[in-house]
């Protein structure tokens, strides 16, 4: 089948889909329910076929549960807040948060999303992924997208919920803030890259002794109040204070066991604010900060250095510093940056009043929770349970951006109060007045509306409440809560598994999920991971039009297994896809030639035994598909059908189909059935096309079943395929045709009952 066939095809099933959509989610049903919280995806730029390997498994989830006998809640989500949104904005359309008005900001925000949100639909369509529904409703199953009236005035109503319950307050703490989106941002959506940076030794006077001090940040010395050292540093015992060149000022020595006393020459400057650490060491040491980056990137509170970036910041300090004679010295080294997850610009923490989520208390109920829930593998979960360990600080949840969820709140200029308004609709506090027209606290009417946004993650961690019917259909949530299955990728564990956790346990006190399946990343030929801001991305348009979609979706299990490594986007495997889609079809064109009226004679023994072997392996795949082990599944399937049924089966037995002996034609009809029902998932296409066409049957509506008459025949059947192939061989090495005759030679005793198949089939002279 060529490239042209095969879209023609994918097309005809999917057409076929679309007159009568055979996935809508039924409420009302009295099959089990299984609940699939799909990650809903970033909709601001074209999908490459890393997207395509990661929801395709959890497509193969969602066709196994329905053949299984559940009803499966399915819903197509589409994520378009915040700053992924925005950062693609600025970049296609040139606008700014700071400059743009912000009627003309959101419109253009829009704009991208109306660019690329109907073409990305389709491609998930095209791929075969059977959501409950395209269409954006309120109905359970149906699509949403997290920027509609709908989904934000949600968002908004939980928050209202978590104000008015006290589990968010105003405050000014220490955030990261990434001074080019020119917002705070969680721990969550900070990353760390190794970068080659400058390490600068520097002459410190510490009581009246000249020694060194090793930093990469000198721009922070202005900022510096004290001067740690491990206390097991034999080399610096009795230290009580230091003079700072470039400021003269004059700072404590502290001694603590978290400083590294291998790193530079073991004392360590402790500023407002390089990092974390920082952080820790001017809490426990109670020393006072001084805050000399501003929002803008920008040195203050200095003097001589005001109005300077960090990086020329830097470089000025240095250049006085060495003019004073106190560089020693400087080389190249790899240190860990802390980067914006979004803008990949540098992150600075400094002091900012946001709102904040409660959670550092909660340490212990998420622990609990973690383990409540089943990870197929014990590695992600240990990822979140660190996650939860590490946290020291609340979630800073509000954006001064504007392409988001409003944060809904009014603020009292007389008495300061904010006012939170009845949950039920979505609110602009930005542009419209309180409802209830008075302060809620002292009765006055002078009103702010608060301008910004949420953090996109707190619209995000609703997903599982909004899909299961929590406050819009409540019966429903409290049958079927938690929620089955989160599919999700682990880069998005500290913060969309993390946060999901935290808001359930905080709504509803229920852990969020009964399992949870992890996947890695499909990488390039050179083993990076695709990625929009690389640009190293196979779009997925592409994909379909050189491979089909079944090819694409093969591919996915056959380049290695997603859950336990990473997998590459090669020819190789994509070529082997191929193969395997032409050899089933060319099975089932053939086994369609002989129709099965039923056994009316018993079967005979070669067919007995390849019968019971192939129960013995559906139903083992039918517990590896039952366990997310898809690559497993997929090799054992992919062996025996090909290297074994194919190979083997059909070339011993054709003679007997071609004379339709009842035996042959049921057990090449019952295998061929079987092994499209287990394809069904990973290839949907091809195997709707061949199943009706062989049995008049839609697939969709075909249940797994456990086998009986299963046996493991591995060994019997090896001993057969190691004779066939042997006869092959003795044949060519006489130069002998395929479907000539041949002599001398026999049939081991061990053989024997299949004496008849394999002297037809070789035309043996015995």
């Known amino acids: 089948m060529d490239q042209k066939e095969s879209r023609d095809l994918e097309d005809a099933v999917l057409k076929k889909w679309l007159s009568a959509w055979p996935f809508h989610f039924d409420s009302n049903t009295s099959k089990k329910i299984f609940i699939i919280d799909t990650p809903p995806p970033y909709i601001n730029a074209d999908l490459h076929v890393g997207h395509a390997a990661s929801y395709a498994h959890i497509d193969t989830v969602a066709r196994i549960r ?68 395209y269409k954006v409703g309120s109905a359970l199953g149906d699509a949403y997208e997290t920027d509609s009236p709908q989904y934000r005035a949600y968002g908004q109503e939980i928050f209202i919920k978590l104000w008015n319950d006290k589990k968010i307050y105003e405050d000014s703490q220490l955030v990261n803030y990434c001074t080019v989106c020119k917002t705070t941002l969680s721990d969550a ?60 000022e004059i700072v404590p020595v502290i001694y603590d066991a978290r400083i590294n006393k291998d790193f530079g020459s073991g004392l360590m400057m402790v500023c407002s604010y390089g ?46 510093i060495k003019a004073m004679g106190a560089l020693i010295g400087e080389k190249s080294t790899v240190a860990q940056k802390p980067l914006c997850s979004r803008s990949k610009n540098p992150v600075e923490i400094i002091r900012a009043k946001e709102f904040y989520l409660k959670q550092r208390h909660l340490k212990s109920d998420l622990i609990r929770l973690a383990g409540e829930m089943k990870f197929y593998k014990d590695e992600s979960r240990q990822m979140l349970l660190d996650w939860i360990k590490s946290l020291d600080r609340d979630w800073p949840i509000s954006r001064t951006r504007y392409y988001g969820t409003e944060i809904p709140l009014w603020k009292c200029t007389s008495c300061g109060e904010y006012c939170a308004p009845a949950p039920g609709r979505y609110y602009q506090p930005w542009r419209e007045e309180f409802p209830e027209k008075k302060c809620t606290n002292c009765g006055s009417d002078k009103l702010v509306g608060e301008r910004r946004i949420l953090d996109t993650w707190m619209d995000s961690s609703n997903s599982n409440l909004f899909i299961s019917g929590y406050g819009r259909s409540d019966s429903f949530f409290k049958d079927h809560f938690p929620v089955s299955l989160r599919p999700q990728g682990k880069d998005i564990i500290r913060s969309w598994l993390f946060y999901t956790t935290v808001k359930s346990y905080l709504v509803v006190d229920k852990k ?159 295998i061929v059935c079987g092994v499209l029902e287990l394809f069904n998932p990973i290839i949907p296409f ?27 025949m591995s060994k019997e059947i090896q001993k057969i395929m190691d004779y066939d192939s042997a006869i092959w061989i003795k044949k060519q090495t006489a130069g002998l045709a395929l479907n000539n005759e041949i002599g001398n030679v026999s049939i081991p005793e061990e053989l024997s009952a299949y004496r008849d198949v394999l002297i037809n089939a070789h035309k043996l002279k015995i």
Request: net charge negative; aromatic share 10%.
């Open 66 to 133: 329905r053949f299984l006998g559940d009803e499966v809640l399915f819903p197509f989500g589409v994520d378009k807040n915040g700053l992924p949104i925005e950062v693609q904005a600025e970049k296609e359309y040139g606008i700014d948060v700071r400059k743009t008005d912000r009627d003309e900001y959101v419109k253009k925000c829009r704009e991208l999303l109306q660019k690329y949100e109907n073409v990305n639909a389709d491609v998930f369509r095209r791929l075969g992924f059977s959501f409950n529904n």
């Open 686 to 712: 091809i195997t709707q096309h061949l199943y009706a066409s062989l049995y008049s049957k839609d697939i969709n509506m075909a249940r797994f079943e456990i086998k009986a008459g299963a046996k493991d």
């Open 189 to 248: 959506e900070v990353e760390y890259e190794e970068k080659e940076t400058k390490l600068y030794s520097i002459r410190v006077k510490v009581d009246g002794k000249n020694l060194e001090i090793a930093t990469t940040r000198p721009e922070l010395i202005p900022a510096c109040a004290a001067i740690a050292v491990n206390p097991e540093d034999q080399r610096y015992v009795g230290l009580k204070s230091a003079i700072m060149p470039i400021t003269g």
């Open 512 to 670: 969020p999920f009964e399992n949870v399946m992890v996947t890695n990343h499909a990488v390039d030929e050179s083993g990076e991971k695709f990625s929009k801001s690389k640009g190293n991305g196979v779009p997925i348009k592409k994909a379909l039009e050189d491979h089909g979609a079944d090819v694409i979706r093969l591919w996915a299990y056959l380049g290695g297994d997603l859950l336990e490594g990473d997998i590459r986007y090669s020819k190789e495997k994509l070529n082997e896809a191929k193969r395997i889609v032409n050899k089933i079809t060319n099975i089932a064109k053939f086994v369609g030639q002989f129709k099965d009226g039923g056994v009316s004679v018993p079967p005979d023994t070669f067919d007995l035994v390849f019968t019971m072997q192939f129960n013995n392996i559906y139903n083992n795949i039918l517990e590896k598909y039952e366990n997310y082990k898809f690559f497993d599944a997929v090799k054992t399937l992919k062996d025996f059908t090909i290297n074994v049924f194919a190979d083997h089966y059909i070339e011993l037995k054709k003679g007997f189909a071609y004379k339709n002996d009842a035996s042959t034609v049921h057990t090449l009809n019952h």
């Open 275 to 320: 990092d974390k650490r920082d952080e820790e060491l001017f809490r426990d040491y109670d020393l006072k900060e001084k805050i000399i980056i501003d929002e803008n990137g920008k040195i203050i509170g200095t003097g001589r250095y005001d109005g300077l970036t960090v990086s020329k910041g830097r470089e000025t300090i240095i250049s006085d």
